[in-house]
Structures are given as structure tokens and as C-alpha cells.
């Protein structure tokens, strides 16, 4: 496979207290299987969708304060992690976790933008990223939501060199950021007064594909997860936003539903 261009989603994983019941509920809601455990690295485990690998999950690392949110962390593809951590200084962006090289599997960071949104940077070795995407049970698409649009988007095009477009609406504020070609690697949502409490942070919502979003949705709430918005139809999918029965939010889109046109961008 080919590296990934820089700015491109490349993979996610999400911490949580209790992994076994989060590979419950993932294993019923998009169908994932998991590989062993890989001790060396903190019980790191990979989530596999017809033997392709398309997400990981890890408990909390020893000594660990308090109990930790568990949230999915969207990585980027980077071929020179250290560098891209200066981007992310240089752009106001903070390193939460420095460069660090992860065995033979590749080299990485987090960080957060200057408005708090987390995210990852990964430069891959023989771990490649996704092995599946934009199929069910995989990664779909993600948006950044964010309360200080501005800010953020001036971060995320200075770090990744993104090009940006603006959805004509006047009730919403959404853009989409591309690498120069015509197919967008990520969107961009304003978090409003009216649909975001202000406990609820800046983070990016990750979308995985399933068969059926109300199916889906049925059976995260059967497991103890929590339906936050829709299921809603749209140009791009019918889809609708979860929340896990930890806390770690997340989207569910089936891209073959589609209602209405695709809307205007500039």
C-alpha cells in the first residue's frame, strides 16, 4: 500500500476502563472481531472487520489518574511525526503526548488544536493504517466539531496543508478540507449554544459504515448506548450519532440511503 498523503485520516483507537465490554458492544454494533492482546504495548488490540484491520482498542496505561474519558482518537497520516509536531506548535496547537516510536509499528503524537480538539498523528511503518474503509463495519468520514471555527480551520490547514470549502447554508456553519484533489479527507462542524451543552467538548465525531443506521442504533441501545442525534436522512447517508455505554461518542452512516442533493460548495 501506498503512504497515505499527509492530513489523511490513517486510523483511530479509543481507551477504555473496561475493553471487554467495549469489544462486546462494538462486536454487535459493526461487527468487529479482535485479534490477542498485545502486551508489549499496554494490551493494545486490534478490531478487524472481514480480517482487515479498521480500528484498536486499550485499557487505561498503570497509574493512570482518575478514571480517563474514553473517546475515539482519529489519527493522521504524517511521513515525518517529529516535524509535524513542530507544525503543530508553530500553528498554536498543543503536543500533549511528544513523538514517540511505537516498536516496528510505526512513530506517533497527540495533540490538540487551539480551540481543544484531540486528535493523533501517526507515520507509519509496517503498520500501514486502515485496512478497510468506506465499507461496513470501517471508517467512513470525520468532522472536527469546534466552537471557534476560525481558529481551528487556520490550525488544520497551516499543519496538514489543507485546502477548504464552505457548504452555502445559512443555518450552519460546515466545511470540508481537501488535499487538492476532489474527494474531502474531513469536514468541519460549528458546535452551537442550541445543540451542544457547554460540558460537551471539542472533539472529532468519527463515522463507521454500517448496513442499516436504525439497526445499528437499535442495537447500541440494547447494549446500553445512548442515541444522541438522528437517524437522519442526507445527501451523503442515513446516519446517526451514539454514544457508547462509556462515554466515547461516535456516528453510525449508511452510505448507500441517500435523500436530497448534494448541497452547494464554495
Known amino acids: 500500500m501506498a503512504a497515505r498523503p499527509e492530513g489523511t485520516p490513517v486510523w483511530t483507537d479509543a481507551m477504555f476502563t473496561d475493553v471487554e465490554g467495549a469489544k462486546t458492544f462494538y462486536g454487535d454494533v459493526l461487527g468487529w472481531t479482535f485479534g490477542e492482546s498485545s502486551s508489549e504495548y499496554g494490551n493494545y488490540t486490534q478490531a478487524y472487520k472481514g480480517g482487515k484491520a479498521v480500528a484498536a482498542v486499550v485499557p487505561p496505561m498503570p497509574g493512570q489518574d482518575g478514571e480517563p474519558q474514553s473517546a475515539w ?27 514517540m516510536q511505537v516498536g516496528d509499528f510505526g512513530s506517533m ?10 486528535f493523533g498523528v501517526w ?15 470501517s471508517f467512513a468520514w470525520a468532522e472536527v466539531f469546534t466552537r471557534d471555527p476560525a481558529k481551528s480551520d487556520a490550525f ?20 470540508v478540507f481537501d488535499l487538492g484533489g476532489e474527494m474531502p479527507v474531513l469536514g468541519r462542524m460549528k458546535m452551537t449554544a442550541d445543540d451542544f451543552p457547554p ?14 443506521c436504525d439497526k445499528a442504533v437499535e442495537m447500541a441501545e440494547r447494549l ?3 442515541k ?3 437517524p437522519m436522512d442526507s445527501p451523503f447517508g442515513r446516519f ?6 462509556q462515554g466515547a461518542a461516535f456516528a453510525v452512516i449508511d452510505l448507500k440511503t441517500t435523500v436530497g442533493d448534494m448541497p452547494e460548495m464554495v
Open 73 to 99: 482518537c482519529l489519527y493522521f497520516a504524517s511521513p515525518d511525526v517529529a516535524a509535524t509536531a513542530a507544525k503543530i506548535r508553530a500553528a498554536g496547537g498543543t503536543v500533549v503526548m511528544e513523538p
Open 109 to 118: 503524537c497527540i495533540a490538540q488544536d487551539p480551540t481543544g480538539v484531540t
Open 123 to 137: 507515520q507509519a511503518g509496517i503498520h500501514e493504517g486502515f485496512e478497510l474503509e468506506g465499507a461496513t463495519g
Open 156 to 175: 488544520f490547514t497551516s499543519v496538514f496543508g489543507y485546502n477548504s470549502k464552505k457548504m452555502k447554508d445559512e443555518h450552519m456553519d460546515y466545511k
Open 199 to 212: 460540558e460537551i467538548p471539542p472533539y472529532i465525531q468519527l463515522y463507521f459504515a454500517v448496513d442499516n
Open 224 to 226: 446500553r448506548g445512548k
Open 228 to 230: 444522541v442525534f438522528g
Open 240 to 245: 446517526a450519532a451514539i454514544l457508547d455505554p
